[in-house]
């Protein structure tokens, strides 16, 4: 005997949600025939997400027999999602619409000493900001994303630590923002919320590896970010590749993110040269022919290559996607790269691996928290059939 109705009710408008939100347009029929819910069921949920405003009527499909088959889509400025990806400087922020579309972004620098609540602050002042110019109204927000450059614990929503931020421990930055901020807050590794952005099916299989201050990996299942127990899965930045003892900010020493982030990369070309630069101008630097810089480059590219590898060899996925590394693919660094993954997966499979750079910006990097707060928006209800011990009825639950 079923228990309870609304379960079935949102599981069938879940259902209907999702048929829209991956099809972008589509018509009634369509509907019924990829959820294979009763023709009564799918009106009904369309009626009803209709009066929500969740969504609305987008033209007509052009046939030239008959009556044209109204198409149905998302709405897209009723609800809106935020995203906040933090890489300690800069902070990049995005607004989406509720079809996954991006309504507003920015971007600010933080001082590289800046703490935790000092990173919340300037959040608190940004997000409160891009109300006003998005002229967006917070009762339409369904929710907050942060990606964050440190060790997660997602029972907690917390970040336990982030070596880079000073005096990050424990600091439940979630629920200080939701102290200010009436909707959920989620907290997630920043380079998992930016993997969210790369998968483009329901068999997708990848390594998204993000090159910043430090390096991360978000490993991509089946259309799926793994994320582990805790949410640290991919945390190769902290493997230790090296033997040269090089203290990494975490306490180790010779972490692969000591030879090949870009902190790293402005370190050795300083020591080197006795000159700083900034990673963007050493990019530069190197293409202009720059032998330090080019050095430097080889160098950081060929360890960077060892620890991709070690990744594809872990998970025996062969498609490799780089973000953030702001150079082009005939730059020394990223040939590099890809001649130290092509030398060292030798033997390894039936299959070269593919390394290649990720197509998205600067301003869209908010956007892998958007997608996951859509997700969860539209997430569908969990089933769980068991027999009672009274009677052997079957009961659904949640």
């Given at each position: 005997?079923?228990?309870?109705?609304?379960?079935?009710?949102?599981?069938?408008?879940?259902?209907?949600?999702?048929?829209?939100?991956?099809?972008?347009?589509?018509?009634?029929?369509?509907?019924?025939n990829q959820t294979r819910l009763s023709r009564t069921t799918v009106?009904?949920?369309?009626?009803?997400?209709?009066?929500?405003?969740?969504?609305?009527?987008?033209?007509?499909?052009?046939?030239?027999?008959?009556?044209?088959?109204?198409?149905?889509?998302?709405?897209?400025?009723?609800?809106?999602?935020?995203?906040?990806?933090?890489?300690?400087?800069?902070?990049?922020?995005?607004?989406?619409?509720?079809?996954?579309?991006?309504?507003y972004s920015r971007q600010w620098d933080v001082s590289e000493n800046?703490?935790?609540?000092?990173?919340?602050?300037?959040?608190?002042?940004?997000?409160?900001?891009?109300?006003?110019?998005?002229?967006?109204?917070?009762?339409?927000?369904?929710?907050?994303?942060?990606?964050?450059?440190?060790?997660?614990?997602?029972?907690?929503?917390?970040?336990?630590?982030?070596?880079?931020?000073?005096?990050?421990?424990?600091?439940?930055?979630?629920?200080?923002?939701?102290?200010?901020?009436?909707?959920?807050?989620?907290?997630?590794?920043?380079?998992?919320?930016?993997?969210?952005?790369?998968?483009?099916?329901?068999?997708?299989?990848?390594?998204?590896?993000?090159?910043?201050?430090?390096?991360?990996?978000?490993?991509?299942?089946?259309?799926?970010?793994?994320?582990?127990?805790?949410?640290?899965?991919?945390?190769?930045?902290?493997?230790?590749?090296?033997?040269?003892?090089?203290?990494?900010?975490?306490?180790?020493?010779?972490?692969?993110?000591?030879?090949?982030?870009?902190?790293?990369?402005?370190?050795?070309?300083?020591?080197?040269?006795?000159?700083?630069?900034?990673?963007?101008?050493?990019?530069?630097?190197?293409?202009?022919?720059?032998?330090?810089?080019?050095?430097?480059?080889?160098?950081?590219?060929?360890?960077?290559?060892?620890?991709?590898?070690?990744?594809?060899?872990?998970?025996?996925?062969?498609?490799?996607?780089?973000?953030?590394?702001?150079?082009?693919?005939?730059?020394?660094?990223?040939q590099s790269i890809q001649e130290s993954v092509a030398e060292n997966?030798?033997?390894?499979?039936?299959?070269?691996?593919?390394?290649?750079?990720?197509?998205?910006?600067?301003?869209?990097?908010?956007?892998?928290?958007?997608?996951?707060?859509?997700?969860?928006?539209?997430?569908?209800?969990?089933?769980?059939?068991?027999?009672?011990?009274?009677?052997?009825?079957?009961?659904?639950?949640?």
């Amino acid at each position: 005997m079923l228990k309870n109705t609304n379960i079935v009710k949102m599981a069938n408008q879940a259902l209907v949600l999702d048929s829209i939100k991956k099809n972008k347009k589509i018509t009634t029929e369509e509907i019924i025939n990829q959820t294979r819910l009763s023709r009564t069921t799918v009106l009904t949920m369309m009626k009803e997400l209709s009066q929500q405003k969740l969504i609305e009527k987008r033209g007509n499909v052009r046939q030239s027999v008959g009556r044209q088959p109204i198409l149905y889509s998302l709405s897209r400025d009723v609800y809106y999602a935020i995203g906040i990806d933090i890489d300690v400087a800069p902070i990049y922020m995005a607004i989406s619409r509720l079809d996954g579309t991006i309504a507003y972004s920015r971007q600010w620098d933080v001082s590289e000493n800046a703490d935790g609540r000092e990173i919340k602050d300037s959040i608190i002042e940004h997000v409160s900001k891009a109300f006003v110019e998005a002229k967006v109204s917070r009762d339409k927000i369904i929710g907050m994303g942060i990606g964050l450059p440190g060790v997660m614990n997602l029972q907690q929503n917390i970040a336990e630590k982030i070596s880079r931020i000073r005096g990050w421990e424990n600091y439940d930055i979630a629920k200080e923002l939701g102290d200010v901020f009436d909707f959920p807050i989620y907290v997630r590794n920043d380079t998992h919320l930016l993997g969210h952005m790369e998968i483009e099916s329901e068999n997708e299989n990848m390594l998204y590896i993000l090159h910043r201050s430090g390096i991360g990996m978000a490993p991509i299942i089946n259309g799926e970010v793994y994320e582990g127990i805790f949410g640290n899965a991919g945390y190769i930045g902290h493997t230790r590749i090296g033997a040269q003892g090089r203290i990494c900010n975490c306490g180790l020493k010779d972490c692969l993110e000591v030879y090949c982030s870009k902190r790293s990369i402005e370190k050795s070309y300083e020591e080197k040269t006795g000159s700083h630069l900034g990673y963007d101008a050493l990019v530069l630097a190197a293409k202009n022919g720059d032998l330090d810089a080019c050095d430097i480059f080889r160098k950081a590219g060929n360890y960077f290559g060892i620890g991709i590898t070690n990744a594809i060899k872990t998970y025996d996925i062969l498609n490799v996607v780089i973000g953030d590394l702001r150079c082009s693919e005939d730059h020394i660094f990223f040939q590099s790269i890809q001649e130290s993954v092509a030398e060292n997966s030798v033997n390894f499979s039936v299959k070269q691996p593919t390394v290649r750079l990720s197509s998205h910006k600067k301003d869209e990097y908010g956007m892998g928290a958007c997608q996951f707060v859509l997700e969860k928006f539209f997430e569908q209800p969990k089933f769980h059939t068991n027999i009672s011990e009274n009677g052997g009825e079957w009961v659904e639950t949640m």
